[in-house]
């Protein structure tokens, strides 16, 4: 119990990555930022912060993610739709699930589609468009809200039209992925990883200073040559613990060589003291 007035500050005096690269250098494995791990670390900014991305427990987001493929559109019927998740041969849902789940300040009690599609808008997971169909050419071609005006150019012949005139309901607009998440390379497994992170910790007794790192390519002189999705350190009595592992999404698997390599970073790192692996 504190008063009204009292603030509270937490410092770290060196940045969590440097650190966890320390750590490994002590066992002369040199570390590097993989690319996957910068799409991962930036996906997370843009969420918030680690915990900001609960919203991807949820099956249906995770499909409608999936699903929604490169440059396509989905109306937010449908995504609502995908999001619930409803499974014809069980006739069971897998959103009921996640009712209880906070992904934000709310008012009532469940947790609703309709509001996990405003947050993933709010997220700038999806953004809101029209597909428009060009009078001249006859092709169709999207054109983002911040382009919409009185007349609009077609992006493939050049011809201008009245947009007015395509618009017909509320229906006609669009949404499809923004950002990272609109690239077609299924955000390099980053959606597994923050998930996995997520549950780190939530099992931390140290929330508010949860040291990770997103993915780094590991390398040593004597033969180490691998990358690791996830690093976590948390203090222990006798120096450190650090846990180190492979995160796959449901198309990929995770292998013998995967789990051999990280063996070899595991011993090699324990065998430098003071630090226990897992």
């Known amino acids: 119990i504190v008063d009204v007035y009292e603030e509270t ?17 002590r066992a002369n494995i040199r570390t590097k930022d993989s690319q996957a791990g910068l799409i991962t670390q930036r996906l997370i900014e843009q969420m918030g912060e680690l915990d900001a991305c609960r919203v991807f427990q949820i099956t249906g987001v995770r499909k409608l993610i999936d699903s929604t493929a490169l440059n396509s559109f989905v109306t937010r019927g449908n995504a609502t739709r995908i999001i619930w998740d409803f499974d014809e041969n069980t006739k ?6 996640h ?21 993933l808008i709010e997220k700038n997971v ?5 597909e428009l169909e060009c009078p001249n050419c006859g092709l169709k071609f999207w054109l983002g809200i911040k382009d919409a005006t009185d007349e609009v150019r077609c992006e493939y012949c050049g011809f201008l ?29 980053a959606i597994p990883v923050i998930l996995a992170l997520m549950q780190l910790m939530r099992r931390s007794d140290r929330r508010g200073n949860f040291v990770y790192s997103t993915a780094l390519k590991l390398d040593s002189s004597d033969g180490i040559n691998c990358e690791t999705d996830l690093v976590v350190v948390h203090p222990s009595k006798e120096g ?13 698997e995770i292998t013998e060589e995967d789990v051999q390599n990280l063996t070899r970073v595991k011993q090699k790192v324990e065998n430098s003291g003071s630090i226990k692996v897992y």
């Open 9 to 25: 500050a937490t410092i770290d005096p060196i940045n969590n990555k440097e650190l966890i690269k320390k750590l490994f250098n």
């Open 92 to 97: 069971q849902t897998s959103f009921e699930r």
């Open 99 to 119: 009712k209880r789940l906070h992904i934000q300040q709310r008012t009532v009690p469940e947790l609703t589609t309709e509001e996990v599609f405003d947050y």
């Open 126 to 130: 999806f953004r809101v468009g029209l």
């Open 161 to 189: 039209f009245k947009l007015g005139l395509q618009l017909k309901h509320r229906g006609d607009w669009k949404f499809r992925r923004s950002g990272l998440f609109g690239k077609d390379n299924n955000q390099e497994g």
């Open 240 to 252: 450190a613990d650090l846990v180190i592992g492979e995160c796959k999404s449901n198309n990929f």
